[in-house]
């Protein structure tokens, strides 16, 4: 029997480069601020759980600058993130060269790489440089063809398959099979499968947040590295 999966967010980093984490507070949601200051006007409300992503290099280490919506940021206090890194990290059960699974609590995960193969998709360039794939902006290549691209994405949750939908992956590019890495937070019973991919001004970084057998958030966001 499969089940659907429900995606909360997709959106490019307002960020050049970023990091991912955790929204934690005891209360149930955290205050977005103008400024950085707790009497700063509040720009919203965050629901604990949600990722964000932040700029990893603060002015205010007591203030973290985040994106909160689309192009939209403001300031949070250091103590309500939490990096999703600094969760407990759950290693590969199998990888090869072009795929990697994981094996954890009622979860199996897969990701399966293949060569791109640039007759199967429609190509838009613009001055010979590929700015799209299938109609959809395209992470990871820096305006060349890519060389990779994801053949499948399997997850299994108390043994029912899951159909995970394309639009979770089908605009990621030059993924390495080595570069996928899972987290577990165990107060919020949610596992984080998360990476940074491709190379140069063509980096990313990608999100895939499960709990309950369901993928509740997915962020992915371009990363531009000096």
Do not use: C
């Not at 955290?30 to 629901?47: D, F, G, H, Y």
């Not at 059960?93 to 990697?100: A, E, K, M, P, Q």
């Not at 099979?177 to 937070?185: M, T």
């Amino acid at each position: 029997m499969k089940k659907s999966l429900f995606f909360i967010a997709l959106f490019l980093s307002f960020f050049a480069r970023a990091q991912f984490v955790v929204v934690q507070d005891k209360d149930g949601f955290v205050n977005v601020r103008e400024l950085e200051n707790s009497t700063s006007q509040i720009l919203a409300k965050i629901k604990s759980g949600t990722i964000l992503s932040i700029d990893p290099e603060p002015t205010n280490p007591n203030w973290i600058l985040v994106e909160y919506k689309p192009e939209s940021n403001g300031y949070i206090y250091h103590d309500r993130l939490k990096k999703i890194e600094d969760f407990e990290m759950i290693k590969p059960s199998t990888i090869t060269s072009n795929s990697v699974a994981f094996s954890f609590g009622h979860y199996q995960l897969s990701v399966e790489i293949q060569k791109f193969n640039p007759k199967n998709h429609k190509i838009t360039k613009e001055n010979d440089l590929v700015y799209a794939i299938d109609g959809n902006q395209a992470l990871g290549i820096d305006g060349m063809m890519p060389t990779k691209e994801f053949r499948s994405f399997k997850i299994q949750y108390k043994n029912q398959s899951i159909d995970v939908p394309r639009n979770f992956y089908s605009n990621l590019f030059n993924t390495d099979v080595e570069s996928f890495k899972l987290s577990y937070n165990k107060n919020l019973n949610q596992y984080y499968l998360f990476g940074s991919f491709s190379d140069g001004a063509a980096s990313f970084d990608a999100v895939w947040v499960l709990e309950n057998g369901k993928i509740v958030q997915h962020l992915a966001q371009l990363s531009y590295y000096a």
